[in-house]
């Protein structure tokens, strides 16, 4: 099972920035498109940047602008570096695989941990 293991959370002021980082325990950055979500408390998780195997980019319009997805096959890291950053971005992020099945996109299971992100002055 591919673990997934995000970092590089913590707190932040208003208009601060932030990288978080993904690490895979295998190379699949290169047969998986990966993206960022965020749950916020009381808020379901939704999908705030995604990244093709071809490179190409997605954002939730929350974010366009201020996040970027990015990724090195080579170190088995997807990043998400988030300038810009707003009180309204607090929340826990995920990373994940995105799965193309004959129903639509989905993602992988267990998902990991987390990392918290809190924006606050």
């Known amino acids: 099972q591919v673990q997934l293991v995000e970092s590089g959370g913590g707190l932040v002021q208003p208009g601060g920035s932030l990288r978080l980082s993904c690490a895979a325990s295998?190379?699949?950055?290169?047969?998986?498109?990966m993206g960022w979500y965020r749950q916020a408390p009381g808020k379901q998780r939704e999908l705030v940047a995604a990244i093709s195997t071809g490179g190409n980019t997605n954002y939730a319009d929350s974010v366009k602008g201020r996040f970027t997805i990015s990724r090195d096959n080579a170190k088995n890291t997807v990043y998400l570096q988030m300038n810009s950053l707003k009180p309204e971005d607090t929340a826990v992020y995920y990373c994940?695989?995105?799965?193309?099945?004959?129903?639509?996109?989905?993602?992988?299971?267990?998902w990991g941990q987390g990392t918290q992100v809190t924006v606050s002055s």
């Open positions: 295998e190379s699949i950055f290169n047969i998986y498109p």
């Open positions: 994940n695989r995105r799965i193309w099945t004959a129903t639509g996109w989905r993602t992988s299971d267990p």
